[in-house]
């Protein structure tokens, strides 16, 4: 594997020797790398090369499938998520995740976004969750078109607005890592420019995962690149050198279509 | 060679843009060395021939600039193929450039009179000569991707700039002997800078290739130089 990123950056997020089994099928190999705090790394690969489960590995979303198995460490902040003493549903409250098709609550747009900081217990009074539905739908970038329609159901929204309104739920509950499982993908050119707009501001403050198969837009939102093939991870680097001079020949052939 | 595109239609088009520009060489190349031959022989025949030629060499080049925006357009090349594009834009650049300073020297051949010195004449065809051979080596590394023998010509522009050198002073000389024939003898001078020019293009279009093949920048300082493949750690520089 190439690393060939800057070692200084702080990382959010260590991973080491990570295998994931799925019953006797091992889906990942020996996955080591760090992802920095405040950016956007990007998940790359070909179907099936592991991308997906892997993400689902940095908030324990495999422990809900019966024969996933995962072996070795992922620390986040200097702490194994998979100890035992960890407990999965607060993991996932300090990891949000946004999936590939926008999947709103049957509830009104004000109680999707309420909904986690409800369970939570986030917000004493009516007016702190108030506070928490506004902040997080400005962030989201959503405010300016529901604002007058809060109790409109979350499902009357557009494609886009319906997958912002997931990201506005997502950041909610005050997350530290936000991970996306191809966002844009069931988006039009509009709708994703916009969700990309709104990733490079939730950079500033969040550590950001993405899975896309879109090369483009991983080009375009994240600062640093991971590439993916067979369950394995080929190369990792500044998101500048893996589209203009990467190192390895299969990432080569990979991004510049000459794949299999 | 590399491996094919999924999509077979990237491959011919870039491919096309390839061979545009080894066209563009080809006719850069035969610009150069018929231009010295029509000073050298007095042949203003040939030396028209050169004038007419630069018409294609920038209907070429347009080609190849519509082909590359094009490609860039519509496939949004990556890596290798991306640096192939640029690269491209940069070469047919440098290539038109060499067709205009190519032209000149026919303008200049005709204008130059008849000329007696065999000498300042020899001089004038060995270095049209060797930037000929320059020329021919850096196309030769750009249709092999060729780092190393693209530094090679980064080197040898040294043997060109001596050439010139000498050269000019030769021309200096030829100038003061007769200074009734100022007018005419100098417009040696502008066929020996536009000689020069040449080569400098030729440098540039090496160093061009050595970009697209690896990536990297030729350094400045040639001691520094490697043609290593970009596979190689970055500190192995220095190699």
Same mark, same amino acid.
């Given at each position: ?14 991973c080491r020797?990570?295998?994931?089994f799925y019953?006797?099928?091992q ?5 080591s ?42 620390m ?7 100890a ?9 409250s ?6 590939q ?42 405010w ?21 309104l ?39 403050r ?9 090369m ?32 390895d ?6 991004i ?5 | ?11 011919? +088009?870039? +491919?096309?843009l ?61 890596a ?15 290539? +038109? ?68 050198n ?13 200074? +009734? ?11 020996v ?13 090496a ?8 990536g ?21 520089e220095?190699?």
């Open positions: 594997m190439t690393d060939t990123a800057n070692t200084f950056i702080a990382s959010k997020i260590e020797n990570v295998d994931v019953a006797d099928k889906a990942i190999f020996d996955v790398f760090n992802i920095p705090d405040r950016s956007v790394t990007a998940l790359i690969g070909p179907s099936g090369c592991g991308k997906s489960t892997f993400l689902r590995c940095l908030n324990r979303m495999n422990d809900t499938i019966d024969i996933a198995r995962v072996e070795g460490t992922i986040m902040d200097g702490a194994d998520i998979n035992s003493a960890v407990d999965a549903v607060l993991l996932r300090r990891v949000g995740m946004v999936f098709k926008p999947n709103p609550f049957p509830k009104s747009i004000y109680d999707n976004v309420a909904y986690g900081a409800r369970i939570h217990g986030l917000a004493a009074t009516k007016p702190a969750l108030d506070e928490i539905v506004e902040t997080s739908l400005r962030r989201a970038g959503l300016a078109e529901v604002k007058d329609r809060l109790t409109a159901p979350g499902t009357s929204l557009s494609g886009g607005q319906q997958q912002r997931c990201i506005a739920r997502a950041i909610a509950i005050g997350p530290e890592v936000i991970l996306m499982d191809e966002p844009c993908s069931a988006l039009d050119p509009i709708a994703t420019a916009k969700i990309e707009e709104l990733i490079d501001e939730l950079r500033q969040f550590c950001i995962v993405m899975v896309t198969h879109s483009q837009q991983a080009a375009r939102v994240s600062q640093r690149t991971a590439f993916f093939n067979e369950g394995r991870l080929i190369e990792i680097g500044d998101t500048e050198t893996i589209f203009t001079n990467p190192h020949q299969q990432t080569q052939d990979y510049t279509g000459r794949f299999g | 060679m590399m491996q094919q595109h999924i999509v077979s239609a990237f491959t011919s +088009e870039l +491919e096309q390839s061979a545009n520009l080894l066209r563009m060489g080809g006719l850069a190349e035969a610009m150069i060395k018929d231009a010295g031959r029509a000073v050298v022989s007095r042949d203003a025949e040939l030396a028209q021939s050169v004038i007419d030629r630069d018409h294609e060499m920038d209907r070429l080049e347009q080609a190849c600039e519509r082909e590359a925006v094009r490609i860039l357009a519509l496939r949004q090349p990556m290798s193929d991306l640096r192939n594009v640029i690269g491209s834009i940069k070469l047919a650049d440098a290539l +038109e450039r060499i067709g205009d300073l190519a032209r000149n020297i026919a303008v200049r051949s005709i204008a130059v009179g008849d000329s007696d010195n065999r000498a300042a004449l020899r001089g004038v065809e060995r270095m049209g000569q060797a930037v000929s051979r320059q020329l021919q080596v850096a196309l030769d590394a750009y249709a092999r991707r060729d780092a190393v023998a693209a530094l090679a010509v980064v080197h040898q522009d040294d043997d060109i700039d001596s050439h010139y000498a050269l000019l002073r030769a021309m200096l000389v030829y100038m003061v002997e007769d200074p +009734e024939q100022l007018d005419t003898r100098s417009n040696f001078l502008f066929i800078k536009n000689l020069e020019r040449i080569g400098d293009h030729c440098t540039n279009i160093k061009v290739v050595h970009f697209i093949a690896t990297q920048p030729v350094a400045n300082d040639y001691s520094k130089i490697s043609a290593a493949p970009n596979k190689d750690a970055p500190n192995n220095d190699a």
